[in-house]
């Protein structure tokens, strides 16, 4: 069973750096693909970014494009998500998932979460 | 990017009842649809795969279909623990989107 454990929370002022980290345990890092998703207060979630299936490598949401970096350190199991450049409207639960793969392969689904990281950005 | 329209954006219902939330994709996204639960203060959890494949150790009374653009997630005889926030997804393409969810309220 994979378990995902996410760092706590954060405040930040705005024009800063957060970084997020996603400890896996279950399963090595190397096994899995890692997906970010965010969800603002009361509002939906969001995805910011992950790996793609079709180019095998690391992929963004156009809007994070620049301020976005997601790095994995395999010797530790450990996922980070980095975001630069921290507004008000970065104020979010950040959390990191695994992609699990249709039993075609056809497409797949956020299959285990991390517990959620609170990103406060306050001035 | 690939829009996704959930309706309704919240319902009332009652122990017993039986729901059903529609998820319309802007493009064809064949079957790559998930429905996922969220309850306030948690993760997501994924319900319903592939448009309609049950994921392990969720109850029986989730039911999902639908291919192409429209897709419907049914909750069979509500249970008061299934008050709660529902999302799709499509990950037919990237970037991966969410419908804007639909809150079952009591």
């Known amino acids: 069973q994979v378990q995902l454990v996410q760092s706590g929370a954060e405040v930040k002022k705005p024009g800063a750096s957060v970084i997020v980290s996603c400890k896996v345990s279950?399963?090595?890092?190397?096994?899995?693909?890692i997906n970010w998703v965010r969800q603002a207060p009361g509002k939906g979630l969001e995805w910011m970014g992950g790996?793609?299936?079709?180019?095998?490598?690391?992929i963004f949401a156009e809007k994070f494009q620049g301020r976005v970096t997601m790095t994995d350190d395999t010797s530790a199991d450990t996922a980070y998500l980095e975001l630069s450049s921290l507004t008000s409207d970065d104020t979010a639960v950040y959390f990191c998932?695994?992609?699990?793969?249709?039993?075609?392969?056809?497409?797949?689904?956020?299959?285990?979460w991390g517990q959620g990281t609170l990103v406060i950005v306050s001035s | 990017d690939i829009q996704m329209t959930q309706s309704p954006s919240s319902l009332s219902a009652s122990v017993g009842d039986t729901v059903s939330i529609t998820c319309r994709a802007s493009?064809?996204?064949?079957?790559?649809l998930n429905w996922y639960q969220q309850k306030p203060g948690t993760a997501p959890r994924v319900l319903i795969f592939?448009?309609?494949m049950l994921e392990s150790g969720v109850p029986s009374r989730f039911s999902g279909s639908g291919s192409g653009t429209e897709f419907t997630l049914t909750i069979g005889r509500l249970h008061p623990e299934d008050f709660a926030t529902y999302y799709c997804?499509?990950?037919?393409?990237?970037?991966?989107?969410f419908g804007g969810g639909t809150k079952v309220e009591i």
């Open positions: 998932a695994t992609s699990v793969d249709y039993y075609d392969s056809s497409g797949y689904y956020l299959g285990f």
């Open positions: 279950g399963y090595s890092l190397t096994e899995l693909a």
């Open positions: 790996y793609d299936h079709e180019t095998e490598g690391k």
């Open positions: 493009q064809n996204i064949r079957s790559c």
């Open positions: 592939a448009a309609s």
């Open positions: 997804e499509q990950t037919y393409s990237s970037p991966v989107t």
